[in-house]
C-alpha cells in the first residue's frame, strides 16, 4: 500500500491576544483542528480569503510556526514530533517572488543557498544550478543576473527553482501566481504541471483563485475562519457545493462565458448587497430575520 | 458620431528616459458613449494606464510627451483647451476610482475631513458657494449611497479603522461627490478578496446603472470586464488590438492575440489544459 504524501491530523494553532500591558486575555483560533491528506503525485488546492488560517497552515507544514496542537506527518514521518527534518522532503514558493528573492543575490547565488545547507559538494554546485535552471526553462546565463533584471514570471521561475534544489518530494505553493499576469500565470502553471509529471512532485496548492484551483487541483478544501468547511474531489465541490461558504465563494467569482456563469451558484441578496459570509451564515442559521431578503445574485 | 461623451482620437504618446525615447501608445482610438459602461483591459505594459492617465491629465510632461491625437470630453478637446478649464472638469465632470484604498487614502485624517476637503476644492473650481455644514451633509449622502450603514460613523473614522472593502467604497464614493457624467475606474477591488470584490462590483455597477453614469473600467482581469461592461476594447503593447461587445468578443475573439488571452484564463467549469505549453501570449 502507499503512504500519503502529508498527512495533516487535527492541526490548531492558535495565538494569545494581548491587551495594551502584555496580558493575554485571550487567544484566536487561527487554525481549528485541521485535517487532510494528500496521495503522492497530486495537487490538493486549499482556497480560503484572507484570515482563513490558509498560510498559517503553510507555515506550519514548513515549520516557520509551531502547531498548539495536532500532527503533521510527511512522507511516513511526523515533523512536528522530530523536529526539523523537513527540509530535503518539503520546500515552498512564497507569493511574491520579488520580495522573496534576495535582491543583492545573483540567481545563482540563490540558488546555491539551499545546496549548501544541504550539504551539496561544492565542486558539484554549478552543474546543478545549471540543471535546476533549465528544469525551470530559464537560459543558463541567468545564473550571473540579478531579481531586478528579471520579469515577474522570470523571477517566480527562479524561485520554484530554488525550492526544487534539494529534490524535494511535496512543494507547497502559496499563491505561487497571483502576483503575476494571467499569460505568465498560464505558463508558470504549465511548467508545475510538467515539472510534477517529470519529478514526481506532490503539491499543496494555496489560493483564493477558484478559476485556477478547478484547473490544476484535484482535490480541494475550502478554509473558513480556520476550519475546512468543505472538502472533496475539485469536480464535486465545484460543480455540487454543499456548504454556504463554499456556495458564496463559487457565486463570487467573475467569470468569461456563459456556461461559468451558469454553474455559479445562486446567493439570497439581502438589502440589495452581495451578503458577506457572517451575514449570510447567520442567514441560514435564523439569526438574520430583520433582514429582507429579495433578488438573488450569481445568475 | 462624436455622440460619445468621451472620445479618444489616434492618441499617441512617447516617453524620453536619459535622452531615449520610447514609444508606448501607437494611435489608440476608443470612445464612450454617454451612460454606457466600457472596459479597457490588458496586462502589464499594455498600455492602459497610459492611456487612462492621459484622459484625466495626469500624465507628467517630460517625460511623457503626447506626439499626436486628441481627446475629446464632450465635443471638446481636452488637450488643447485652456489649462482652468480642464482643471474644472477633472474631478468634477469626469472622476476616478483609483486602485489601493490604503495608499489613496491619507492616514492622518479622517474620511470625512477628507471628502470635505475634496468637495470644497471643487466647489472652488466651479465658482459654487457651500457651507462646511452643506459639504458635510452632502459627504454623509454620499456614504449612504455607496451603502454605507452608518455615514456618520464612518465619516468620523480614520482609514486604518474600515475594513477593505468600506476603504474601497470611500474611494467610490470620493469619486461621486461632484455628480460626475464620467467615472473611471482603475482596477477597482482587485486587493480585496474575492467575495468582497464581488460586492464592490456588484456596487458599482448598480450605481453607474442607477445614475446613468459612463463607466471606464482599466483592469487586466477579464472576468471583471465580463462582470461590468458592456463593451471591451483589448489593449497590447500600446494598441487597441480588437473591441466589440464584451459577451460576442469573449465568445468569439478575432485576433490571435484575445485568442491567446482568453485561453490562458483557467475557467470555472474546468477543462483548461495546463501542462505543454501550448500557444500562449
Known amino acids: 500500500m502507499t503512504r500519503p504524501m502529508l498527512e495533516i491530523v487535527e492541526l490548531s494553532k492558535s495565538f494569545p491576544v494581548r491587551n495594551a500591558f502584555g496580558r493575554t486575555v485571550g487567544e484566536v483560533k487561527a487554525v481549528d483542528r485541521v485535517s487532510l491528506k494528500i496521495e503522492r503525485g497530486r495537487v490538493y488546492g486549499l482556497a480560503g480569503e484572507s484570515g482563513s488560517g490558509k498560510s498559517t497552515i503553510a507555515r506550519m507544514i514548513m515549520g516557520l510556526t509551531p502547531p498548539t496542537a495536532g500532527d503533521i506527518v510527511i512522507d511516513g514521518e511526523s515533523v512536528v514530533r522530530n523536529g526539523g527534518g523537513r527540509g530535503a522532503k518539503a520546500q515552498m514558493v512564497f507569493q511574491n517572488p520579488g520580495s522573496s528573492l534576495n535582491p543583492r543575490r545573483t540567481v545563482g547565488q540563490s540558488l546555491a543557498v539551499p545546496l549548501a545547507a544541504h550539504g551539496h559538494p561544492r565542486r558539484d554546485r554549478q552543474r546543478r544550478i545549471g540543471e535546476l535552471l533549465e528544469m525551470v526553462q530559464l537560459p543558463a546565463d541567468f545564473a550571473q543576473r540579478f531579481p531586478h533584471e528579471l520579469s515577474g514570471g522570470q523571477k517566480q521561475r527562479v524561485a520554484i527553482a530554488r525550492a526544487l ?10 499563491e505561487p501566481t497571483s502576483a503575476l499576469d494571467v499569460s505568465v500565470q498560464a505558463k508558470v502553471i504549465d511548467l508545475l504541471v510538467d515539472l510534477g509529471h517529470r519529478l514526481d512532485l506532490t503539491f499543496l496548492f494555496i489560493s483564493h483563485d477558484l478559476s485556477l484551483m478547478r484547473n490544476f487541483a484535484q482535490e480541494v478544501g475550502v478554509l473558513y475562519r480556520g476550519r475546512i468547511v468543505e472538502a472533496g474531489g475539485t469536480a464535486g465541490v465545484f460543480e455540487n457545493p454543499q456548504h454556504d461558504y463554499t456556495r458564496l465563494l463559487l457565486a463570487s467569482v467573475p467569470v468569461i462565458s456563459a456556461e461559468e456563469e451558469a454553474m455559479r451558484p445562486v446567493i439570497p441578496l439581502i438589502d440589495g448587497e452581495i451578503p458577506t459570509a457572517e451575514k449570510l451564515l447567520a442567514l441560514r442559521q435564523g439569526a438574520a430575520a430583520t433582514e429582507t431578503t429579495t433578488e438573488v445574485h450569481g445568475s | 458620431m462624436s455622440a460619445a461623451l468621451l472620445s479618444v482620437r489616434d ?27 466600457v472596459a479597457l483591459v490588458g496586462e502589464s505594459g499594455s498600455g492602459k494606464s497610459v492611456t487612462m492617465k492621459a484622459i484625466m491629465g495626469l500624465l507628467r510632461q517630460p517625460p511623457a510627451t503626447i506626439t499626436s491625437g486628441r481627446i475629446f470630453y464632450d465635443g471638446r478637446d481636452l488637450l488643447t483647451m485652456p489649462h482652468r478649464e480642464r482643471l474644472a472638469l477633472r474631478g468634477t465632470a469626469m472622476s476616478m476610482i483609483f486602485q489601493d484604498p490604503m495608499s489613496s487614502l491619507n492616514p492622518v485624517f479622517t474620511v470625512g475631513d477628507q471628502m470635505g476637503t475634496i468637495l470644497k476644492y471643487a466647489d472652488r473650481r466651479l465658482g459654487r458657494d457651500r457651507s462646511r455644514r452643506e459639504r458635510m451633509a452632502r459627504v454623509h449622502e454620499v456614504l449612504a449611497q455607496v451603502r454605507m450603514r452608518e455615514p456618520e460613523r464612518v465619516s468620523g473614522s480614520y482609514p486604518i479603522m474600515l475594513s477593505g472593502g468600506m476603504r474601497q467604497r470611500v474611494l467610490i464614493a470620493m469619486a461621486l461627490l461632484s455628480e460626475p457624467k464620467l467615472l473611471i475606474a482603475d482596477e477597482p477591488g482587485t486587493a480585496l478578496d474575492v467575495t468582497t470584490q464581488a460586492q464592490i462590483l456588484r456596487l458599482l455597477k448598480d450605481l453607474v446603472t442607477e445614475r446613468g453614469l459612463a463607466l471606464l473600467m482599466i483592469t487586466h482581469n477579464l472576468g471583471v470586464v465580463r462582470e461590468t461592461c458592456g463593451y471591451v476594447y483589448v489593449m497590447n503593447r500600446g494598441n487597441i488590438v480588437e473591441h466589440g461587445p464584451t459577451a460576442g468578443l469573449f465568445a468569439d475573439p478575432r485576433e490571435d492575440y484575445t485568442r491567446a488571452l482568453i485561453a490562458a484564463v483557467p475557467r470555472l467549469t474546468g477543462g483548461t489544459h495546463f501542462g505543454q505549453q501550448e500557444a500562449r501570449p
Open chain 2, 11 to 37: 492618441l499617441s504618446v512617447e516617453f524620453t528616459t536619459y535622452g531615449q525615447s520610447n514609444a508606448v501608445l501607437h494611435g489608440v482610438s476608443l470612445d464612450i458613449p454617454a451612460h454606457s459602461q
Open chain 1, 165 to 174: 534544489a534539494v529534490a524535494p518530494k511535496l512543494l507547497v505553493l502559496d
